[in-house]
């Protein structure tokens, strides 16, 4: 198999897209003069008023980092679709599907910031943040 299934050409071409969206909305912002500027280090005062609800954030992280090694691990079935099979060439595929992941939620990341500014919020982190202060 050299090539990818039509519904994960699909999958990555729809991915691909929204971070291509993304980058668009950034680069209008650019134009217009309205684009927001990107942190280069966390905003600490956003995760809570103490190192404790700070670090009580961060480890909300976790489950994340969890997920995305499960998912590193579903690559074992591709192993066998890979003809012919060799440790350099899935190498390459390993390098290859990081490098495009990378790539496309790097710029998904970078272009929501800079189009929306303190408007991006992770999915429920405002809600949580809420309920705490009840």
Known sequence: ??????LNVIGVAATALLAAVSTALAVQGLAA???HSVPAFP????LG???SKQLEAL???LPVLIACYNAAQSLHPV???LQPYSEKAMRRVIGLALAVSFGIYWMLSVGAVMAFG???EVRGSRQIMRCQRL
């Open 43 to 46: 905003q600490w005062q956003l």
């Open 79 to 81: 192993m066998p679709l």
């Open 49 to 51: 008023p103490t190192r």
């Open 118 to 120: 303190t408007d991006v």
């Open 59 to 61: 480890a909300a992280v």
């Open 33 to 35: 003069g309205t684009a």
């Open 1 to 6: 198999m050299e090539r990818l299934s039509a």
